[in-house]
């Protein structure tokens, strides 16, 4: 991807078009529009997130010609860096893939953003151990490092051995869809089209055993009133029909239990609001902080695993628990007092206030005019 102000062009680089690359492209080129914003891939492909960019009038993709043999090592070595200089690119930004290693040794500003420093969801222990050793060579072009949040900058300057000042804190923003509006009627409608219960937890993301999800059914099930079901919403997996389906046979609670496909993105925000509340069993990923903004955004009640990452995420507006027993306790005293609920939501709602897609862009653009800033003074 590639960014660009004042007529200078800055380039940001991310294969797989991820969450967090999508919506800081989707920011930056809504809040700075005259700025070019270029996607670098090695891999001509159709997909529709990526497509899903090409809305955004200041926004590029730029693939390696065919004649290039090796298209991966055009994308990790020299081969993006003369094509970047070719564009007249000034900065380069990396989003967990690394950055190309023809950066080594040069003033070119570079920006590297680690969403899981660890990359504790690669394939096995050996596309992690690759994964780090990139992003340590990485770490050590880069001009500025971006870490998603304290306990990840902690962890990026203990693991890889970086300067404290080198590292800095940008958190993500929340989807915009999550500030449509639904009318009322719309409510019912959705309840009959996805057959959703009358009154539901609802679970949204991955259906695996890293997720917690036993814990989110046993929550449900301590829950004083028994008429609350639990709603999961996310694709079946080996672990869903062996373990979390037999787990609620186990604990008599398949009558309050459902599981749904897929939602379209359009409704998530209704289904939100129709839930009692959301629930976020686990807190140790960036996919879960997504969830917490999201939801607290779309006006929902959240409930999840207390954590450091939670409470700088969530803030007030979060029902944290330490167990299950703990979170049913907690839960069902807010669901029974009116003003409590409240409180909270009001509390959430000021809280996205810190995650908007102003306030992402804005940070990130000043750390792109910073570092060419001090690249002037050094060739200077």
Not at 207 to 223: S, T
């Amino acid at each position: 991807m590639v960014v660009g102000y004042g007529g200078r062009k800055i380039i940001m680089e991310n294969n797989d078009t991820s969450y967090y690359g999508r919506i800081l492209i989707k920011a930056l080129a809504k809040h700075y529009p005259d700025n070019y914003y270029i996607l670098y891939s090695p891999e001509n492909k159709s997909n529709k997130r990526l497509t899903a960019l090409f809305n955004e009038d200041s926004v590029r993709v730029k693939f390696p010609r065919n004649h290039i043999h090796s298209k991966s090592r055009w994308y990790t070595n020299n081969g993006i860096v003369r094509s970047a200089k070719g564009h007249g690119v000034n900065t380069f930004h990396g989003i967990d893939d690394g950055i190309a290693s023809g950066f080594a040794g040069s003033s070119f500003p570079t920006v590297f953003t680690m969403t899981d420093p660890l990359y504790r969801s690669a394939n096995g222990w050996i596309e992690r151990m690759l994964m780090q050793r990139r992003a340590r060579k990485a770490c050590k072009i880069a001009k500025r490092i971006i870490a998603l949040d304290e306990v990840d900058r902690q962890l990026i300057i203990d693991h890889y051995h970086v300067k404290p000042d080198d590292v800095e804190v940008v958190h993500p923003c929340f989807y915009e869809g999550c500030d449509d509006s639904v009318p009322e009627n719309m409510f019912e409608i959705l309840r009959e089209k996805y057959h959703l219960p009358e009154r539901f937890v609802l679970y949204k993301g991955r259906l695996d055993k890293e997720d917690n999800l036993v814990e989110a059914m046993k929550l449900v099930h301590a829950l004083r009133n028994r008429k609350i079901s639990i709603v999961m919403l996310g694709y079946r997996t080996d672990h869903f029909d062996h373990v979390i389906k037999e787990e609620a046979h186990d604990m008599h609670i398949f009558h309050r239990f459902k599981q749904v496909d897929k939602v379209h993105h359009a409704d998530l925000t209704a289904v939100c609001k129709m839930a009692k509340a959301v629930i976020i069993p686990s807190t140790e990923r960036a996919r879960d902080l997504y969830k917490i903004i999201n939801a607290q955004r779309s006006g929902a009640l959240v409930i999840c695993k207390d954590s450091a990452r939670a409470r700088e995420f969530g803030g007030d507006g979060v029902i944290y628990y330490d167990n299950f027993e703990e979170g049913a306790d907690k839960l069902s005293e807010v669901l029974d007092d009116d003003n409590k609920k409240a409180a909270i939501m009001e509390a959430a709602r000021n809280n996205t206030e810190r995650f908007s897609d102003k306030i992402l862009a804005d940070h990130m653009i000043h750390i792109y005019r910073s570092i060419l800033t001090h690249r002037r003074l050094y060739t200077e």
